[in-house]
């Protein structure tokens, strides 16, 4: 299978890249290789390379050409710096997948696989005592200002209990990012019903895993605090160090493409099929970056009581549909990984070859 992978110059696409190859499959990357995801050119496989931006329509139509499938990757990531993002981040997630969806359409591929994001869903799933299964309102700025992270019922204030998301949890996204990632979905449904296309969401929890870029401000926590151990310094948790996530490792995402491309042909034409891709094994951001921390033999983490408006406290993936349907199954342990992680390299990027 020829697969056009966007973004495949990437942190995620790279390792979907190199599992296509072992595959047998034929990936062609596309990658607009943009100063923030890359601040110096990176190294890919060596495949077909085409150095363009998903919103060029006629770079993106001669790149799907001989295309059997469509990884889509491409996209600006986490919250960025302020709002002033939300222009490029709209840019390049929604208008760069309308782009890439029309020129499908017109070249006749059928095939999509869409990074997905579990930030669509805003706050996790939660249990009140009294009022059951509940989705918690936003958290005030003057509760998180007062060290009170933790969501109430909004029914009766009573403390909620965290629990697994699944699928068929309302869809709540919160920050500039979370939006663009529901566009996404929202322009893959249409384009397959449109077309009577068959379209796939991975929604991604925290990824993390060798390659990840270091020092920006649109890498994931695991970068951050592993940047910060790399220069000698104690990672920074927000919050209490309490937020619940599920770290999932790259190449367990990267096994997930590979599954869901080639099971796409046997998912319902004409609709988008959504996947939680987790670890199923939920952790504390604090107890990541300690685990992260001892794993490197680097300072232990400072819990600073910050907060950024646009952060959910809980929110981890039930990703029994994706194993029960397709087949996958994470391979790499959370110890393992960080374990990994902790010695891997990260990208600051070397030279396309």
Request: with cysteine; charged share 20%; hydrophobic share 45%.
């Amino acid at each position: 299978m020829r697969v056009l992978v966007t973004g495949g110059a990437g942190f995620i696409g790279s390792h979907i890249v190199t599992a296509l190859t072992k595959a047998g499959h034929e990936p062609v990357v596309l990658d607009a290789l943009l100063p923030s995801a890359h601040p110096v050119t990176p190294e890919v496989p060596a495949v077909e390379f085409r150095h363009a931006d998903v919103r060029d329509p006629p770079a993106v139509g001669a790149a799907l050409r001989g295309v059997d499938a469509v990884c889509h990757q491409a996209a600006m990531v986490g919250l960025g710096k302020d709002f002033a993002d939300a222009p490029e981040y709209v840019g390049c997630n929604d208008l760069g997948t309308a782009v890439l969806l029309a020129a499908m359409a017109d070249a006749g591929v059928r095939r999509l696989v869409l990074a997905g994001s579990m930030v669509v869903y805003g706050e996790g799933r939660y249990d009140c005592p009294v009022h059951g299964v509940v989705r918690p309102c936003a958290r005030r700025p003057e509760d998180l200002a007062a060290g009170l992270f933790e969501p109430r019922c909004p029914a009766c204030g009573a403390a909620l209990a965290p629990g697994l998301v699944g699928e068929d949890a309302p869809v709540d996204p919160r920050n500039v990012y979370a939006t663009t990632k529901l566009a996404q979905e929202h322009l893959a449904a249409a384009w397959a019903r449109a077309v009577n296309g068959t379209a796939v969401s991975l929604r991604y929890h925290n990824v993390y895993g060798p390659g990840m870029p270091r020092d920006t401000p649109y890498a994931g926590v695991a970068s951050l605090f592993r940047s910060a151990l790399a220069r000698g310094e104690a990672p920074r948790v927000f919050e209490d160090g309490g937020q619940r996530r599920d770290f999932v490792h790259v190449r367990d995402v990267a096994a997930a493409n590979l599954v869901a491309l080639e099971a796409v042909d046997g998912l319902p034409a004409g609709a988008l099929s959504t996947y939680n891709t987790g670890s199923g094994e939920p952790h504390t951001v604090g107890g990541m970056a300690l685990a992260l921390a001892r794993a490197c033999g680097g300072p232990e983490p400072v819990v600073t009581g910050e907060y950024r408006l646009g952060d959910v406290r809980h929110v981890t993936a039930d990703s029994s549909l994706l194993r029960k349907e397709l087949g996958w199954r994470p391979a790499v342990g959370f110890a393992e990984g960080m374990t990994e992680f902790a010695r891997a390299e990260q990208r600051a990027s070397a030279a396309l070859v």
